[in-house]
């Protein structure tokens, strides 16, 4: 028992262990900045782009590749890449940074022509994609080297895409390296060549650095929020949330925020919560409402230690810049000696002065924060210590404004002679970071020069750029006079517009109207044709003394009547009905002549008649003629056959044949009045049919020919019906 107690008890462990290595591995999966993976996937003999393969990272985003073979996916170094498609393994990749990936699959067995013939390009594809590459490669070591492989690959570049994909590159340069207005430009011209929703965020976000709110949010607010992965859906929120901040409407900016954040946590997505809770804490702190900041912070805090220790102490220094903006000087001191740690532990060599997270700065902080409790025994070798420091790494901003904030803490210590040194040395450095200034004025000078230089040689995007120029000037130009007589014309022109619509609509509706009212007086006139007929039929029963053939007949013809009578008023009624009332005449007018003709309806098995509808009493007419002027005065026993059947999806065509003396011989045959009734028959079939096809689009189609090449050559008519 005690075997088995312990055998319990060390699975249990295990179990343990193993839940404990889960997890701790799935927070270092979570850890480190996300960024954009480009790839492609082609074949590997043909160079073939292969479209809509499934790419998704192990961290939960998804994407297919484009008609190019193209994708883009927002992933973490360390990720694992997963490629699937029907015609191929599924490859695994371990993403180690933001390079391109380029998988190349076998080729199907059959390679077609077109396949080979494609090879021949495959040098300039090849080209251009890796000057791409190359230009990504330099985008954050040197900008002038970067923008010389973009334009190299706009020279190589043979599509719209292509052009899109390199002004791309090109706006992600001027954005890394600040240069605003060119990356604007450089995206509006991307968006010019492809409308993608991945740019227009970048440009919305390029406007906003550009202090350009109001086309930033215009840009924002174009993007359809149904076309957005996840990822993006929260950019486009952020973003709105950033310029609303920037313009000072905090409310807006935390409405936002908190959409973004709503998406964020619903799809587990744990950088982005971290951020927004961040900003959503900052936006409350500038709008005055510092306890719900600090509730958020607290948030921010908690999520951001569960990432990389980068991302814990950045939000740190956060919080603790807004504990001092609160004069919470013990919280901001408790918080800064914790970054400092972590610092210490992430190397702080490899963060440049620029950054907040160097140790000088956050020792110069923690120094002012114990001078502004007045505790100067600790705040001296604090500044002391960022002076010596930031003297170490030739930061002299840090250097002098410790020095500064030094000499004011000697004074109130009452060390004036101290205060005196430190002071001076304050002034020495004053001079030189005003040298240094000056050196690096010139050196932007220098560098924006070039920059320009180098972007004047990409004639598309200058011509862009004179255009828009151009449009700006004339816009600001415009006179209240000129505006007043240009919005005059537009207003007239939409008045004339509006007014011509609604008479296109009236003569229309009154066009329709009176189709309407001629198919009514159509089927006022047939209706009466079609009951002389039947009572024609009964009287010569009567004639003949036969009261009960007449008796049995005048049931049917009741039923056939009231059938008529009640689909009289409509344009189109069901085919199974219209074949129902077919079969009940066919009846009657073989029940009269019997030893005149036969007859068979077929309907084909695969016909679903209920889809399909036809004018009512459409085919009656053309029996009623293969009967009475064809089959009648045929000397043998004659045929009569109707064939329904369906010739495409939306279509089906019924046949009427007889074998009857055929058209010519029954004109002969006919007297002067008879032709006259005929033909006034006929055409109001046709008139029914040209308006029923005038106003719903062709729907009917009727034709008429000889049915044979024999001495009787009968009548066949085609009538073609179309689906809705």
């Not at 107690?5 to 060390?10: A, E, T």
């Not at 790839?39 to 790419?55: A, F, L, M, R, Y």
């Not at 120094?367 to 025994?377: I, L, T, V």
Request: hydrophobic letters at 35%; glycine letters at 4%; charged letters at 30%.
């Amino acid at each position: 028992m005690q075997s088995v107690i312990k055998y319990i008890w060390v699975l249990c462990i295990w179990a343990n262990t193993n839940l404990l290595f889960a997890q701790d591995n799935s927070r270092l999966s979570n850890q480190g900045p996300t960024f954009t993976v480009r790839g492609s996937v082609i074949e590997s003999d043909t160079q073939e782009p292969i479209p809509n393969v499934n790419i998704e990272v192990n961290g939960g985003a998804y994407t297919t590749t484009d008609l190019f073979g193209d994708f883009r996916i927002e992933a973490r170094n360390g990720d694992e890449l997963t490629i699937r498609h029907k015609d191929f393994e599924t490859v695994y990749y371990i993403i180690r940074s933001n390079e391109r990936i380029k998988v190349e699959v076998q080729p199907n067995e059959e390679e077609d022509t077109y396949s080979k013939l494609k090879k021949s390009s495959r040098s300039k594809t090849e080209t251009f994609k890796s000057l791409i590459d190359s230009a990504e490669t330099y985008l954050k070591k040197d900008a002038k080297t970067s923008i010389q492989f973009a334009g190299d690959a706009l020279a190589e570049g043979k599509s719209v895409k292509q052009n899109s994909e390199a002004y791309e590159v090109l706006g992600d340069v001027y954005m890394y390296w600040k240069q605003y207005d060119l990356a604007v430009s450089n995206y509006r011209i991307s968006l010019q060549n492809v409308n993608t929703n991945a740019v227009k965020l970048k440009l919305a976000k390029a406007y906003r650095a550009n202090k350009n709110y109001q086309e930033s949010l215009e840009v924002y607010n174009s993007i359809n929020k149904s076309e957005l992965s996840n990822w993006q859906l929260i950019e486009l929120y952020e973003g709105i949330g950033d310029v609303h901040f920037s313009t000072k409407t905090f409310q807006l900016s935390i409405d936002n925020y908190e959409e973004g954040l709503k998406v964020a946590q619903k799809h587990l997505i744990t950088p982005k919560t971290t951020d927004l809770n961040s900003k959503i804490a900052q936006a409350y702190n500038a709008k005055g409402e510092p306890q719900n900041a600090k509730r958020f912070f607290n948030e921010s805090m908690k999520l951001a230690n569960t990432e990389n220790q980068k991302r814990a102490v950045e939000e740190k220094i956060k919080v603790a810049d807004f504990e001092n903006e609160n004069n919470n000087f013990s919280n901001e001191i408790e918080l800064r000696k914790e970054a400092l740690n972590t610092i210490s532990e992430l190397k702080d060599s490899i963060f440049d002065n620029e950054s907040s997270l160097t140790s000088q700065k956050q020792n110069y902080k923690i120094g002012n924060a114990y001078a502004s409790q007045r505790d100067f025994s600790n705040a001296i070798p604090y500044l002391q210590k960022s002076i010596a420091e930031a003297d170490d790494k030739a930061d002299l901003i840090v250097q002098k404004d410790a020095t500064r904030r030094l000499s004011e803490v000697y004074r109130d210590a009452g060390e004036f002679n101290k205060a005196l040194l430190a002071y001076q040395d304050y002034v020495e450095l004053v001079d030189k970071l005003y040298i240094k200034k000056e050196q690096e004025i010139s050196q932007a000078a220098r560098f924006s020069k070039d920059i320009i230089s180098k972007q004047n040689r990409i004639l598309s995007l200058e011509s862009d750029r004179a255009l828009s120029e151009s449009k700006y000037q004339l816009s600001t130009e415009q006179s209240k006079r000129q505006k007043l007589i240009i919005y005059s014309l537009i207003g007239g022109l939409l008045l004339l517009l509006v007014t011509a619509f609604l008479m296109f609509k009236y003569i229309k509706q009154q066009r329709f109207a009176n189709n309407l009212l001629a198919l009514k007086s159509l089927r006022s006139q047939m209706n009466p044709h079609f009951i002389f007929n039947a009572l024609n039929s009964v009287n010569s029963f009567i004639a003949s003394n036969d009261e009960r053939t007449a008796n049995k007949y005048l049931t049917d013809f009741s039923l056939l009547m009231r059938a008529v009578l009640e689909n009289s008023e409509e344009d189109f009624i069901p085919l199974e009905k219209e074949i129902e009332l077919l079969q009940l005449y066919t009846k009657l007018e073989h029940f009269r002549f019997q030893d005149k003709f036969d007859y068979n309806i077929n309907i084909d098995d695969n016909i679903k008649v209920e889809d399909f509808v036809i004018p009512p009493m459409l085919l009656q007419p053309y029996i009623e003629n293969a009967v009475w002027h064809g089959l009648r005065y045929k000397k043998a026993k004659g045929r009569l056959e109707i064939n329904i059947s369906q010739t495409k999806s939306d279509e089906i065509q019924i046949i009427i044949t007889d074998d009857g003396i055929g058209r010519e011989k029954s004109k002969a045959l006919k007297t002067k009045n008879q032709r006259k009734q005929n033909s006034k028959g006929m055409g109001n079939i046709k008139k029914r049919v040209s308006i029923l096809n005038a106003m719903y689009k062709d729907k009917v189609d009727v034709f008429i020919d000889d049915f044979q090449d024999e001495e009787d050559t009968g009548t066949k008519v085609v009538v073609t019906l179309k689906k809705d």
